[in-house]
């Protein structure tokens, strides 16, 4: 019979507590390390919490107690913003004066009569040149501002990253057409294809027609927005799949027969996202302020809706060189200013958290 080496049983000792550190050491994931280097940018964090309160607040904003934004009061117009007395609103025209137009609205409101009655904060920004309450109008103008962000952002987003990603793992005569159809639309200013995209979308048979399916110009503009920012989106997740669609992983892909949109949607498109996501937060607030800079010219967002492009577009018209009434642009550049800077820094924040090559800052 052999004789068990004291050095056999030493090593077997040893791997086995190599074994248990290594079982007791939990793997992380990219979103989780992604995440945790996220909560270490002070800056980025202060920005997403704000705009998750901002978001929360603006879809819940018939639940608070605002005063009514289309109610009309001449007696109070060009009021400066004070803090002394509350306001009050009618509850016999709650929809009138807020313009409910859908269920939950409505339902919002009732809750709002519920909890508040017919008390209302006072006009801490002031009122307009129709005594308005300018604080209710930018609680509404901020709803505006962020779908028209949101949803014009996801539209470039779906046609950016198609296009993109098709023109990249396609390449050759294919890819070159597409690039250059790219550049085509690039030499053309954004302003003028939006006037005219409205211009014939505005027309009344045109208009009648959508509004059959209802379809309403504020609807139109979402879209069209979205429409003429999809080109710089494409560029970038073009030249990501570049770079990708000659991994092991594709050509893995590729052996066990997936086709090409396979490949694409599944393989490529996911392998992306990081790049995406940043690109994401870096355009929505491209996108407000395209919507802003329209509704002042008066080419965006139009009455009774409210913006807050329309709003600083609305105190500007009345600054005159005898009275300045500051407020009525003051608080509308500042709303739309500090979710702007919210959002580029969240962007930053974004990149660096997911940039590899920063996996130890």
């Known amino acids: 019979m052999g004789v068990a080496s004291p050095h056999g049983e030493q090593d077997v000792e040893r791997y ?6 290594a079982q007791a050491i939990k793997g992380v994931s990219l979103a989780k390390d992604a995440w945790r280097r996220l909560r270490r940018n002070r800056v980025a964090m202060i920005s997403l919490w704000f705009l998750v309160l901002l978001s929360l607040v603006t879809f819940l904003t018939p639940l608070l107690p605002l005063q009514a934004p289309k ?7 060009f009021s400066p913003p004070t803090w002394s007395t509350a306001g009050s609103i009618d509850a016999n025209q709650v929809d009138a004066h807020f313009g409910a137009q859908n269920a939950f609205n409505s339902l919002l409101l009732q809750g709002r009569l519920l909890l508040f009655d017919d008390w209302a904060l006072p006009s801490l920004c002031g009122t307009d040149e129709l005594g308005r309450d300018l604080l209710s109008r930018l609680f509404w103008g901020a709803r505006i501002a962020l779908v028209v962000g949101i949803v014009a952002t996801l539209v470039s987003l779906v046609i950016g990253v198609t296009y993109g990603a098709v023109s990249g793992y396609l ?3 294919v890819d070159n ?6 550049d085509v639309l690039y030499s053309i200013p954004f302003i003028f294809v939006v006037i005219f995209l409205i211009t014939i979308l505005s027309e009344k048979s045109i208009k009648a027609r959508l509004s059959d399916y209802g379809i309403d110009r504020i609807t139109i503009f979402f879209f069209v927005v979205g429409a003429i920012y999809w080109l710089t989106m494409a560029r970038v997740v073009r030249g990501q799949v570049i770079s990708l669609k000659n991994e ?8 066990i027969g997936a086709g090409r949109a396979r490949i694409i949607f599944r393989h490529l498109v996911p392998n992306v996202s990081s790049v995406v996501i940043v690109y994401l937060t870096l ?3 491209r996108v407000m302020l395209f919507e802003a800079f329209l509704s002042f010219l008066g080419l965006g967002v139009q009455p009774p809706d409210v913006s807050w492009g329309l709003l600083a577009n609305a105190g500007f018209k009345v600054i005159t060189p005898v009275k300045i009434y500051w407020w009525l642009i003051v608080f509308p550049g500042l709303a739309l200013g500090t979710t702007l800077f919210a959002l580029n820094f969240l ?3 974004l990149r660096d958290a997911l940039d ?6």
């Open 16 to 21: 086995g507590r190599l074994l248990d550190e």
């Open 71 to 77: 109610q009309v009061d001449t007696i109070r117009a």
């Open 171 to 173: 390449g050759g005569a």
């Open 177 to 182: 057409l597409m690039m250059r159809i790219v």
């Open 248 to 255: 092991q992983f594709i050509e893995a892909a590729r052996t």
């Open 283 to 285: 355009t929505i607030p």
């Open 347 to 349: 962007g930053d924040g």
């Open 356 to 361: 590899p090559k920063l996996k130890n800052w």
